[in-house]
């Protein structure tokens, strides 16, 4: 037996059958590319796949659709999943030929240098080097500011070891509570900046 579809359903079943096909074709070709030589033929069936997403797949209307209503649904929604699948693999095949990023060294927080010497060119190796000088309100703002840090990381290392659940940490976690809002409230915010000049921008970075 053969179903009847309505003109409206069976344009919409058509159009969708002829972007199954062309998304098979697409997927066979992605199976043979390979990075870095075929990286064109990469981007150009990216860029192809995701306008027939966009403006294929997802412009074709079953709401106003009847006889065909079920069907099409059931064929565009595995079209959507077949069609983000292969833009997914496309993106991986893009990112291998991508060199990767150096990586980055972390400086702590906490090392904070008075005195840094300043970089001189190698031609004026031999001359003795230079010292950045803070005056006494910044060097005992980022003193203070260096004090305050360690107690945050006592603090971040003691919550480290409470176990999540454990009653037997409740009253020590609301100890904690208390002594990291006054930390904050009166001592961080307390130190003041807008008064400092030479170590202003400094202090601002701990």
């Known amino acids: 037996l053969q179903r009847q579809y309505s003109v409206q359903s069976a344009a919409a079943l058509r159009n969708l059958d002829s972007l199954d096909r062309e998304l098979a074709g697409f997927e066979a070709a992605v199976k043979h590319l390979r990075m870095p030589e075929n990286r064109d033929e990469v981007a150009a069936i990216y860029g192809k796949v995701e306008k027939m997403l966009m403006s294929g797949i997802d412009a074709v209307e079953t709401c106003d659709l009847h006889s065909g209503k079920q069907e099409a649904r059931v064929e565009r929604k595995a079209l959507v999943k077949r069609a983000e699948a292969l833009l997914e693999a496309l993106t991986r095949l893009k990112e291998q030929s991508e060199p990767a990023a150096p990586p980055t060294e972390k400086t702590p927080p906490s090392t ?95």
């Open 112 to 206: 904070v240098r008075f005195e840094e010497p300043v970089q001189e060119a190698d031609e004026d190796k031999d001359r003795p080097p230079l010292t950045r000088h803070y005056s006494m309100n910044s060097r005992q703002a980022m003193e203070t500011v260096e004090g305050l840090l360690t107690e945050v990381v006592d603090l971040e290392c003691r919550v480290a070891t409470f176990v999540p659940g454990d009653r037997r940490y409740h009253d020590e976690i609301s100890q904690l509570f208390g002594t990291v809002e006054k930390l904050l409230l009166t001592r961080i915010d307390g130190v003041a900046c807008g008064e400092l000049h030479s170590g202003k921008d400094d202090v601002r970075s701990i």
